[in-house]
């Protein structure tokens, strides 16, 4: 299993505003192990598409991939191009944090300022689905 975070795109936040991550996925069963423990852990993510239609407008004439200045859905774009570099039958998961990655205010469990999204969640996950149970 594969798992990544970044502060991929300021799409996201125009998706899904300052109040989600961007889950990106072909994997379904991984998609909802990780919102559940997302909104366990106080961290909620948003499942966002990422479709054939989203890799195939990143295929160039003349280069393996395009990386960026396609307009449309820009954060299912970004999540495309990381995908193009995992194998299909790879089970990953991407969480693109541009929207969270930075609180103007305290929240419960996140203190003004850059939150570490996603520490929380990922530690929730491993917990639940990868830890031997006492």
Request: charged letters at 20%; hydrophobic letters at 45%.
């Amino acid at each position: 299993m594969l798992i990544d975070v970044a502060t991929l795109t300021g799409s996201v936040y125009r998706a899904v505003g300052p109040d989600y991550a961007g889950l990106f996925s072909r994997h379904e069963t991984l998609v909802t192990q990780l919102l559940a423990a997302a909104e366990a852990a106080g961290e909620p993510a948003w499942h966002l598409p990422l479709d054939d239609v989203h890799f195939e407008r990143i295929q160039p004439s003349a280069a393996d991939v395009i990386n960026g200045g396609i307009p449309g859905a820009g954060a299912s774009i970004g999540a495309a191009f990381i995908g193009s570099f995992v194998d299909e039958s790879q089970v990953w998961a991407h969480f693109d944090i541009a929207s969270v990655d930075f609180m103007e205010e305290a929240r419960p469990t996140v203190p003004e300022g850059y939150s570490a999204w996603g520490v929380r969640m990922l530690d929730e996950y491993l917990r639940r689905h990868h830890m031997p149970n006492p």
